[in-house]
């Protein structure tokens, strides 16, 4: 199954992060907006094209050193279909330099709607007698608030294509606690949506023992990350939260199993955003994507070893 | 607020539903999309192309009987950025021929990705000196399991774009019980997010004593959505559910305050695939459009009287 591509990529590497393509406008150095705007003008295609330009330069940058890219749709949304077209090239050059694609959607529909959104993020579409892919990332985030209705038709195309999803568990946010930390008999909300995830991934084992249903759980409560690791053997973990949200890797390495498998870690500022501490203005933002992924990944490698 | 814009609209029409636009590619009547084709050729812009056609068509035979449309983001999406291009346009359309526009996207993020979600859906994004309205509906749908830092950023921009958003509470589908329905001490949890909503939505009750901030709870629980009524006076609903999910007109008045106000009742498949009944191949999809729409007004009506 496809966390099996994740985790051999993972240990080629000898590298269990992914970087995060979030880029915000003010992430992009100033010299990548200016060149596109001065081409394309102050408009929504210009600053998808400037977003493009810097994450196939972050991703020649980090192309071997980091196995997998996770572009969080919101920042292409904002601008409109010029930024989806960019989504779509993003993940296609992505794939080329080969990252294994995780494409932070977080969509929860159900039925036909959450295959539909499957269709674009894993499948692809039939018009006529033609059968096209669309985005066709590696692997989506989805919401379960909704149930399994709302998870199942993913996990059809990931049975089908070797492809993985990450259903919200407990997120590394503040305010997760607010739903997600109620206490409902004797299992608190996450736990009820990880055992569910769990569930619904049964019988898609792949070699290292995990199913195609991974579960994202995030760095900043760590404690909550050590029992969900332990509850949730065959599940693979997203773990967001590592760096500027406060999670260090003394943290992380809960969320990794005895053979330091079944997790990745994010970053996404730590990384994009390195080069705004060089005081170079962002003409060095290769080299300190570089040397930001090549610290963290030392970093969480004194409390982790990958067998 | 922005509830007091759909409200008028309801009232103008005497009409409190809302239509679906989720074009799957077998509503869209065989003559539209054998002329796409043609056009086009069997790629994702002659599929596109369809569904613009068709969304047009329904809209220019539901203008001025239904007072707002529901485009789905998951059966535009599924066609990559032609399909988001298409979306666009659609609501585009829709704001010039007079409806009230409610992208249901269900997005559910934390902070600045948040804020970008509500930049490309209802707000707009500056680049450089311009600032850029993008899909501009007039309200959102979103997903509230990473509890109010998802929520808290579209509220801002109603408060300031005089717009509004539903947050998924308690939603139609069967499997909606495996978290929503969980007891948490002396609350169900469809019933704490209910709660958080309207906590949410203080001191932006409009001339009707609603908030900006909405929410999606289905026809199919109709003691649900009872309690649901009482419970949030001050909460608009936008209810699915209806019709071919099994709710019918009895089920949903439960929805509506005593003035009739406060709901707005959703039917996707009932309008855009009554063609599909009456044996003539699609040709009559306006009209069929148009009798089922009324069909439905006139269901609801002998149970709702709206002031």
């Known amino acids: 199954m496809s966390f099996d591509v994740l985790q051999d990529k993972i240990r080629a590497a000898k590298n269990p992060t992914v970087a995060g393509l979030d880029p915000k406008p003010e992430y992009v150095p100033p010299h990548i907006r200016r060149a596109c705007y001065d081409q394309y003008g102050e408009t929504l295609e210009g600053a998808a094209e400037a977003i493009f330009r810097f994450n196939c330069g972050l991703m020649d940058a980090l192309s071997g050193l980091v196995p997998a890219v996770k572009p969080q749709s919101a920042y292409y949304e904002r601008l409109g279909w010029r930024g989806m077209e960019v989504l779509e090239r993003t993940i296609r050059y992505a794939k080329e330099k080969g990252f294994y694609v995780i494409a932070d959607v977080k969509r929860g529909d159900i039925g036909s709607t959450a295959q539909a959104y499957s269709d674009g993020w894993l499948g692809s579409v039939k018009v006529g007698e033609a059968d096209l892919p669309v ?82 759980v995030g760095a900043t409560y760590p404690s909550d990350l050590r029992d969900l690791r332990r509850r949730l053997e065959h599940t693979f973990f997203l773990v967001p939260g590592y760096g500027t949200q406060g999670g260090t890797a003394e943290d992380v390495r809960f969320a990794f199993d005895k053979y330091g498998r079944g997790a990745i870690i994010n ?41």
């Open 267 to 307: 970053s996404s500022r730590g990384i994009m955003c390195a080069w705004q501490k060089t005081g170079r203005d962002g003409q060095d933002f290769q080299e300190a994507a570089q040397a930001a992924a090549i610290a963290m990944r030392d970093d969480i490698k004194q409390y982790v070893t990958i067998l």
């Open 135 to 216: 985005f066709d990332a590696d692997c989506a985030t989805v919401n379960g608030y909704m149930g399994s209705d709302a998870i199942q038709p993913f996990l059809e195309d990931c049975k089908a294509r070797n492809k993985s999803i990450f259903v919200l568990v407990k997120t590394s946010n503040p305010s997760s606690r607010e739903l997600q930390d109620l206490v409902a008999g004797d299992r608190v909300v996450y736990k009820v949506m990880g055992d569910l995830t769990q569930r619904l991934g049964k019988d898609t084992e792949g070699k290292y023992g995990f199913t195609a249903a991974g579960a994202v």
